[in-house]
Protein backbone atom coordinates (compact mmCIF):
# COMPACT_ATOMS: atom_id res chain seq x y z
CA UNK A 1 0.00 0.00 0.00
CA UNK A 2 1.29 3.57 -0.93
CA UNK A 3 0.75 6.29 1.96
CA UNK A 4 0.92 9.72 0.40
CA UNK A 5 1.55 11.43 -2.94
CA UNK A 6 4.50 11.18 -5.36
CA UNK A 7 6.29 13.93 -4.43
CA UNK A 8 6.60 14.90 -0.19
CA UNK A 9 3.22 17.44 0.47
CA UNK A 10 3.05 20.88 2.18
CA UNK A 11 -0.25 21.74 3.76
CA UNK A 12 -1.15 24.24 3.29
CA UNK A 13 -1.08 25.71 6.78
CA UNK A 14 2.15 25.28 6.07
CA UNK A 15 2.68 26.90 2.84
CA UNK A 16 1.05 30.25 4.69
CA UNK A 17 3.18 29.38 7.46
CA UNK A 18 6.57 29.71 4.66
CA UNK A 19 5.26 32.51 3.10
CA UNK A 20 4.94 34.44 6.31
CA UNK A 21 8.56 33.44 7.40
CA UNK A 22 10.39 34.39 4.38
CA UNK A 23 7.88 37.79 3.95
CA UNK A 24 9.21 38.29 7.62
CA UNK A 25 12.73 37.56 6.95
CA UNK A 26 13.04 39.68 3.65
CA UNK A 27 11.59 42.72 5.06
CA UNK A 28 13.80 42.60 8.92
CA UNK A 29 16.99 42.54 6.37
CA UNK A 30 16.03 44.80 3.82
CA UNK A 31 15.05 47.04 6.87
CA UNK A 32 18.38 45.99 8.76
CA UNK A 33 20.72 47.04 5.37
CA UNK A 34 18.76 50.45 4.46
CA UNK A 35 19.44 51.15 8.70
CA UNK A 36 23.12 50.07 8.63
CA UNK A 37 23.89 51.30 5.14
CA UNK A 38 21.49 54.62 4.25
CA UNK A 39 21.39 55.46 7.67
CA UNK A 40 17.05 56.15 7.17
CA UNK A 41 14.57 53.79 6.79
CA UNK A 42 12.32 54.11 3.48
CA UNK A 43 8.41 53.98 3.47
CA UNK A 44 6.77 51.01 5.14
CA UNK A 45 4.84 50.43 1.53
CA UNK A 46 8.87 49.50 -0.58
CA UNK A 47 9.15 46.99 2.27
CA UNK A 48 5.74 45.41 2.48
CA UNK A 49 5.17 45.47 -1.30
CA UNK A 50 8.78 44.04 -1.95
CA UNK A 51 8.61 41.31 0.70
CA UNK A 52 5.36 40.17 -0.59
CA UNK A 53 6.29 39.91 -4.26
CA UNK A 54 9.71 38.54 -2.65
CA UNK A 55 8.19 35.75 -0.80
CA UNK A 56 5.23 34.45 -3.39
CA UNK A 57 8.17 34.07 -5.98
CA UNK A 58 10.34 32.13 -3.48
CA UNK A 59 7.75 29.87 -1.82
CA UNK A 60 6.39 29.19 -5.61
CA UNK A 61 10.06 28.09 -6.44
CA UNK A 62 10.67 25.93 -3.48
CA UNK A 63 7.61 24.08 -3.72
CA UNK A 64 7.97 23.06 -7.47
CA UNK A 65 11.63 21.88 -7.03
CA UNK A 66 10.59 20.27 -4.02
CA UNK A 67 7.42 18.53 -6.45
CA UNK A 68 9.88 17.76 -9.00
CA UNK A 69 12.76 16.27 -7.87
CA UNK A 70 10.88 13.84 -5.21
CA UNK A 71 8.66 12.77 -8.39
CA UNK A 72 11.71 11.56 -9.56
CA UNK A 73 12.58 9.13 -6.30
CA UNK A 74 9.66 7.85 -5.81
CA UNK A 75 9.45 6.39 -9.31
CA UNK A 76 12.99 5.20 -9.66
CA UNK A 77 14.10 4.47 -5.78
CA UNK A 78 13.59 0.52 -4.76
CA UNK A 79 13.71 -0.18 -0.98
CA UNK A 80 16.69 -3.05 -0.54
CA UNK A 81 14.96 -5.70 1.41
CA UNK A 82 16.54 -9.09 2.87
CA UNK A 83 15.59 -12.14 1.66
CA UNK A 84 11.92 -13.35 2.61
CA UNK A 85 10.97 -9.06 3.03
CA UNK A 86 7.85 -8.07 1.62
CA UNK A 87 6.87 -4.38 1.23
CA UNK A 88 3.68 -3.79 2.96
CA UNK A 89 3.65 0.08 3.06
CA UNK A 90 5.85 2.89 1.44
CA UNK A 91 6.30 6.21 0.05
CA UNK A 92 8.58 9.68 -0.40
CA UNK A 93 10.13 10.45 3.11
CA UNK A 94 12.78 12.41 3.92
CA UNK A 95 15.19 11.70 6.92
CA UNK A 96 17.38 13.95 9.32
CA UNK A 97 20.47 11.73 9.60
CA UNK A 98 23.36 14.45 11.53
CA UNK A 99 23.12 17.81 10.37
CA UNK A 100 21.65 16.49 6.80
CA UNK A 101 18.16 15.73 5.80
CA UNK A 102 17.92 12.33 3.37
CA UNK A 103 15.98 12.18 0.80
CA UNK A 104 14.56 8.59 -0.03
CA UNK A 105 11.92 6.92 0.58
CA UNK A 106 10.06 5.23 4.03
CA UNK A 107 8.69 1.61 3.91
CA UNK A 108 7.40 -0.77 6.03
CA UNK A 109 7.66 -4.88 6.49
CA UNK A 110 6.08 -7.27 8.42
CA UNK A 111 9.11 -6.66 11.75
CA UNK A 112 10.97 -3.52 10.29
CA UNK A 113 10.99 0.31 9.27
CA UNK A 114 12.93 0.94 6.02
CA UNK A 115 14.23 4.09 5.21
CA UNK A 116 16.60 3.82 2.09
CA UNK A 117 18.04 7.34 0.59
CA UNK A 118 18.64 8.19 -3.68
CA UNK A 119 21.18 8.57 -4.73
CA UNK A 120 21.52 12.54 -4.62
CA UNK A 121 22.70 12.65 -0.82
CA UNK A 122 25.99 13.24 -0.01
CA UNK A 123 25.39 10.44 2.81
CA UNK A 124 23.64 7.22 1.61
CA UNK A 125 22.19 4.99 3.71
CA UNK A 126 19.59 2.65 4.33
CA UNK A 127 18.09 2.32 7.87
CA UNK A 128 16.18 -0.23 9.28
CA UNK A 129 14.47 -0.26 13.08
CA UNK A 130 12.89 -3.29 14.20
CA UNK A 131 9.71 -2.31 15.64
CA UNK A 132 10.46 -4.12 18.28
CA UNK A 133 13.22 -1.92 18.90
CA UNK A 134 11.31 1.49 19.18
CA UNK A 135 10.25 2.88 22.72
CA UNK A 136 7.92 6.24 21.28
CA UNK A 137 6.49 7.02 18.24
CA UNK A 138 4.98 11.04 18.43
CA UNK A 139 4.32 13.53 15.69
CA UNK A 140 6.80 16.48 15.18
CA UNK A 141 7.75 20.08 14.24
CA UNK A 142 10.04 20.11 10.99
CA UNK A 143 12.48 23.13 11.17
CA UNK A 144 10.02 24.57 13.86
CA UNK A 145 8.20 25.40 11.19
CA UNK A 146 6.10 22.58 9.17
CA UNK A 147 3.92 19.93 10.62
CA UNK A 148 4.99 16.91 8.49
CA UNK A 149 7.12 15.17 10.92
CA UNK A 150 7.63 11.76 12.37
CA UNK A 151 9.67 11.22 15.44
CA UNK A 152 11.14 7.68 16.41
CA UNK A 153 12.41 7.41 19.49
CA UNK A 154 14.76 4.22 20.06
CA UNK A 155 16.97 3.08 22.81
CA UNK A 156 19.94 4.57 21.88
CA UNK A 157 18.66 6.64 18.84
CA UNK A 158 16.24 9.08 17.84
CA UNK A 159 15.03 9.62 13.76
CA UNK A 160 13.04 12.54 12.24
CA UNK A 161 11.03 11.71 9.14
CA UNK A 162 9.62 13.88 7.30
CA UNK A 163 6.12 12.25 5.33
CA UNK A 164 2.89 12.80 3.34
CA UNK A 165 -0.08 12.09 5.25
CA UNK A 166 1.69 12.05 8.80
CA UNK A 167 -1.43 10.92 10.44
CA UNK A 168 -1.94 7.25 8.36
CA UNK A 169 1.99 6.57 9.07
CA UNK A 170 1.32 7.31 12.66
CA UNK A 171 -1.35 4.93 12.79
CA UNK A 172 0.22 2.32 10.27
CA UNK A 173 3.44 2.11 12.42
CA UNK A 174 1.21 2.04 16.00
CA UNK A 175 -0.35 -1.15 14.95
CA UNK A 176 3.13 -2.54 13.99
CA UNK A 177 4.83 -1.57 17.30
CA UNK A 178 1.67 -2.76 19.54
Known amino acids: MKIGNDTIGISNSD ?14 IMLLFDWLFDGAIKSWENY ?21 LTKRV ?10 GEELEVYGV ?19 TLVFHSHKFNIQKSTVRIPFED ?4 KPCRVMWLL ?4 EVQTA ?23
Open 15 to 28: KITILVFFFTVYVL
Open 93 to 111: ANMFLVKEALGGKLGLTED
Open 48 to 68: LLKGLVYSIVLSVLMYYAIKT
Open 134 to 137: IKTI
Open 156 to 178: TDRCVFVVNDRKTWLEVIQKKIK
Open 74 to 83: ELKLQIPLAE
Open 147 to 150: NNGI
